[in-house]
């Protein structure tokens, strides 16, 4: 390694486990590589050969990172003498790429639907028998006509599938159901994830769900508080409040035997230490085993549904500098924009809807030596596509289009895996970034590049 591509390992964090940057190096020319075991993928080679705006998609971080996290809770579980059982559901919402779904599929996780259009496409992996047919479905969202009649369809065909109820229009469909349902809580405790709103719309408060007459098959009770809970006791308290719920619902409903706790698990985007996962899922079954023994009744199941957890770190969003420009404003604290190929606010659109923080670094890197504070510029004309970084700046090696650098630059975004591709826009009939899937040696395209033709069809072109 070059002693400038040393400097840049350090400032991205690069190869850190706890910062799920391990796969991740810097060879000796100063390229950013993946490394899968023995295979090593150049992404300066891809950005060329493929081109920018490009996501690649590293389907063995997913299995790798899911196999540690039941392993983890298999053994905690014994540690602690946990007696309920453990079951991850991925919730589809955070990535609906069936290479990402089959990779957690492939890890014997269960799943967990939004809506309509995912559970159909789960109904077409069980019809194919690509999914094993002891597959657990949880269906949560808003439930449409269509929605209702899926997952009834299903249930008669004997599939796992549990629908959990979150409002008075389909407890009145599913109070008496002779299949297993769930219900949704809202749990009213005030976190500081940006999900968590003040007054909630989702599921029914504790007063309204103990007030209701016994159902004939309720099993789960289920809440999710919102997502990159940063706080350890932001998961906890939640826990406890819904547990009391859970206990008093029992007594009227015994079939009653779930406890699913939603997602939420945080990602460490600006390579931050937060809390290590095994500490707060230690926390999780103690807190649970004890507040069950307290009162005499069996340790209730637990379903988790950490989505962004599992599949966050396992792709990269790949951009080139297509122009540099001055800042002369004396007052901004950057000195130079970088414009991009690609658009925040089209394929990371959580830059823009809430101010998302994201770990960078430059993918060819012979000039990092030479450190600049700067802001970024998308692609589209609209003045939010930009990115300013955490602290007000973004730190990149230095580049200059006009004058003497002839290698173009490209930038590597990390974390991309979760829920940017479905919120994905269109702005100024941008094309969508090409995503190629890298796994066992081999790199398959798995979005090409849409041509204007493939954009304008969305608008009747
Ligand atoms: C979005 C969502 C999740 C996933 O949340 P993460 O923060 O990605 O873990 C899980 N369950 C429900 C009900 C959700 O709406």
Redesign the pocket.
């Known amino acids: 390694m070059t002693k400038h591509s040393i400097t840049s390992r350090k400032l991205w964090k690069l190869g850190i486990n706890d910062f799920n940057t391990q796969y991740f190096d810097f060879n000796k020319e100063g390229d950013l590589i993946i490394k899968e075991g023995h295979n090593i993928y150049n992404v300066r080679y891809l950005a060329e050969k493929f081109g920018t705006p490009l996501e690649i998609l590293m389907p063995f971080a997913i299995e790798e990172r899911l196999e540690d996290f039941l392993d983890l809770a298999t053994a905690l579980s014994k540690k602690v003498g946990f007696k309920g059982k453990f079951f991850y559901h991925y919730?589809m919402?955070?990535n609906q790429s069936k290479e990402v779904v089959m990779s957690v599929v492939g890890e014997s996780a269960h799943l967990?639907t939004?809506s309509y259009n995912e559970l159909w496409m789960i109904k077409k992996m069980l019809e194919q028998e690509t999914f094993n047919p002891n597959i657990r479905i949880l269906c949560?969202?808003p439930k449409t006509d269509k929605y209702i009649n899926l997952i009834d369809d299903l249930q008669h065909k004997g599939v796992k599938i549990f629908p959990l109820i979150e409002g008075p229009n389909e407890l009145k469909f599913l109070q008496y159901s002779k299949y297993d349902v769930g219900i949704r809580l809202d749990v009213p405790v005030k976190t500081n994830s940006r999900w968590n709103k003040p007054i909630d719309r989702f599921g029914f408060s504790a007063k309204e769900i103990l007030k209701m007459s016994s159902f004939k098959n309720l099993k789960i009770l289920?809440y999710?508080i919102?997502?990159?809970?940063e706080r350890l006791s932001d998961i906890l308290v939640p826990i406890k409040y819904a547990l009391d719920v859970y206990f008093k619902l029992k007594e009227k409903n015994p079939s009653l035997d779930t406890l699913d706790i939603?997602?939420?698990?945080p990602i460490p985007y600006m390579r931050t230490k937060g809390y290590p996962v095994n500490k707060i899922m230690e926390k999780i079954f103690r807190l649970i085993k004890k507040e069950s023994e307290k009162r005499g009744v069996p340790h209730p199941n637990i379903v988790c549904?950490?989505?962004?957890?599992i599949v966050a770190p396992a792709q990269i969003t790949v951009f080139k500098v297509i122009d540099t420009k001055a800042i002369t404003h004396k007052a901004s604290p950057a000195k130079k924009w970088y414009v991009i190929d690609g658009s925040f606010m089209n394929d990371l659109l959580d830059t823009w809807a809430i101010e998302q923080k994201w770990a960078m670094s430059s993918v060819n890197n012979k000039r990092d030596g030479n450190l600049n504070e700067v802001w970024l510029a998308g692609s589209s004309c609209d003045s939010d596509d930009i990115y300013k970084g955490k602290n007000g700046v973004v730190t990149l090696p230095d580049y200059n289009s006009n004058n003497g650098d002839t290698e173009p630059m490209y930038l590597v975004v990390y974390d991309t895996g979760?829920?940017q591709d479905s919120l994905a826009a269109k702005h100024c009939m941008l094309s969508s970034p090409m995503k190629v899937v890298v796994e066992n040696g081999h790199i398959v395209v798995a979005r090409k590049r849409e041509s204007p033709d493939d954009v304008g069809k969305n608008f009747g072109w």
Do not use: C, N, T
């Not at 939603?262 to 698990?265: H, V």
């Not at 549904?305 to 957890?309: M, N």
């Open positions: 919730p919402k955070v967990e939004s949560s969202g289920h999710h919102g997502s990159q809970i939603g997602g939420g698990m549904e950490w989505g962004r957890y979760a829920y």
